[in-house]
């Protein structure tokens, strides 16, 4: 249970966020495994937005896992292409 000090000083129940813990798990995993991120991050962004809320750590790691794997993919192209003139 996820709990937080209100204004009066008292501990309160945190608002539940379906989807921050796989955001962030996501957004850490774009910059090593992106397929793994990108998935994690489609299906955080399907459950915040069920629940109505904004992932914004989502939405970040759905954007950096799409460019860096068109990135690594590119950069693959390139290298095997250009050994296959060699």
């Known amino acids: 249970m996820n709990r937080m000090i209100g204004p009066d000083g ?3 129940a945190a ?3 379906p989807g921050r813990t796989l ?5 850490v995993l774009s910059f090593f495994l992106q397929a793994v991120a990108l ?3 489609i299906i955080a962004l399907f459950q915040s937005r069920r629940a109505g809320v904004t992932n914004n750590l989502a939405i970040a790691a759905v954007v950096i896992s799409v460019v860096l794997l068109l990135t690594g993919i ?3 192209i390139s290298v095997v292409s250009a050994r296959s003139f060699s």
């Open 10 to 12: 008292n501990y309160v």
């Open 15 to 17: 608002p539940d966020f």
């Open 23 to 27: 955001g962030i798990t996501a957004f």
């Open 39 to 41: 998935i994690l991050g």
């Open 74 to 76: 590119v950069i693959w």
